[in-house]
């Protein structure tokens, strides 16, 4: 298959979708049947049209990681968004606009979040979903569990707001080796229902428990503890993920650029450089030609080491290590069935407020 | 100043105005006052906006990196674009019919390309300006300067191109120290100069020479070799470019992020990670508050070390280590006047082949 251009990303659509499959059956299959819900993580993507394929396989919604990212999703239909990060202030007006078309929920770490969500929720007659972020010792955002319950009871109080849980997002075990994943895991595990105990006891039982990732979704499905998983990486995979080695799904999303200079007959260079290619996580692997190394040779370009065959004009393709920021600088996914036709789903929720 | 949305970034008109005003002015007085053409670099900014107003000023036209770049500056009126780049295969005939509208010119590496680049032209019934991409020793593209005149006499041979000169981009001596940038710049000029009098002789006369850059941009004027320069961070500068202590450019291009959580002594979270400041470069530096230090927490957020009294919604404000990427992550420049007013400039070219 050949991209009309290049840098482009490439996906492949049966991959893609057996990722997608194999999550949803395992969120269906899991809390002794009862079903986890999957509430796939749409920072990862950033593109409404996998949004809505993840909600039409039997997720219950979307989850953003900034304001932006939830206006594009609810303009493009989709049905219920959860913000999984701290909103800054100039957020909470445009979430309270949201809400009035759809389910909006957001996670909250202080009491003057709370404030400030409720009063613009109030203000636009609507009411917000709202969650405490519980920080589960990664020091990114979220409270201590020890403070969980009196930000609980702010939210309660605060008449735009529904108390709608509480998140607890592990980022600093998705990485991990298997065994130690595991380990930490299942010491989180313990703590967080020890949290959910103490809030029952005091009439703030969580309705919902959401968090988890593509890492840890396994050990998330069967904790016991969570009501909804927030994975995102699993539906194409990167290098980071994949190299973990006990994760059943598969990579789905390469990029392939143009070998625009071959005059040495040490490498030759390919149209993608630290514009095309996030730098952030493991190296991007060349995947086509076998063999050869990337690395970047400025803003919009790089090199192919050693060029193991690989021409001027030929295509090269790459995985990338962390997905997640790649995808961010591109417009489009080409979407490739198994006889390479492409469909070009727009990057839609890369706009605004990134 | 308070942009309506976070991460942002800000642009002080003014320092930026004065940065395009001494480019412009040193430019107007080198060549012994005959002057030396300013095509300044749009992969910097990717805002056809600035690159209006740089051609305004006195600049003949826009450099490019990439074909949707030179797409973008030419459906938004800008009159003469130059793509500094190797072209790939599907970007010919963009080009092509791009110069039905203006004066399109390309590099070329290859007698692959120059017969591609020729074809398409034909076909669309144009003319390209042809260049031959002279390696200065970077090894990232380009022709040896042993191999130049037989590519262009490739060139002068096809009917669809014009043979405009050579363009020589040492973008290895850009961040040198001052003192090894000029004896680097020296060996090169005495070469440069060489290889000119050489297609002189052979009745390949370049019509111009186009390089340089804003590390090098002095030398470049001074050196009588360049009819053209090339430089593009001047307008905004950052740290990689400030730190060099010898360039007479400020900083113009600032970050600014909300302070999002505030639950520990050690540390703030602001919105700014991995998609809003590309890690390429050195560190970004904060600017306010002063004495902390910046350290990325994830794609969408970064912590402020220690926090020095910024709390939750303060602004924080950050400059680049390396500004270009950090452009293409964003969406605007938000250009902002002596009183705080601000002007959003789309960063339009932030679009198709990135």
Redesign the interface.
Known sequence: MKP????ALVVRRAAMEANLAAMQAACTGAGDAGGVRLRAHG?MHKCSTLGRLQIEMGAVGLCC????EAETYVHAGIGDVLVT??????GWARLAALAGRTRVGAVM??A??AQQGGTAALAAGVVLDAYVDV?PGM??????PADVAALAASIVAQQGLRYAGIQAYC?HHQHLPPAQRAAAHADWTVRLAALVAQLQAAGLAPEQVTGGGTGTAALDLAAGVYTEIQPGSYAVMDVEYGDLGDLPFAPALFVAA?V?????A??V?I?AG???L???GPASRVVLPPGSAYR??????G?IIPPNGAS??DLVWLQQGHV??TI????ALFVADEDGNLERWPIDAR????
Chains 1, 2 share one sequence.
């Open positions: 009309p251009i290049t840098p920072k990681q900034t304001v932006g990060a701290p909103v800054p202030p100039w770490d202080s003057a979040q920080d020091g990114r955002a979220g409270v201590a980022g143009s625009v200079s071959a005059n040495h040490s490498h260079t149209d630290h514009k095309a996030h730098p952030n970047p040779a400025g803003d919009e370009h090199a001027e004009g997640d920021p961010a600088l591109h417009d706009r605004a407020s990134l």
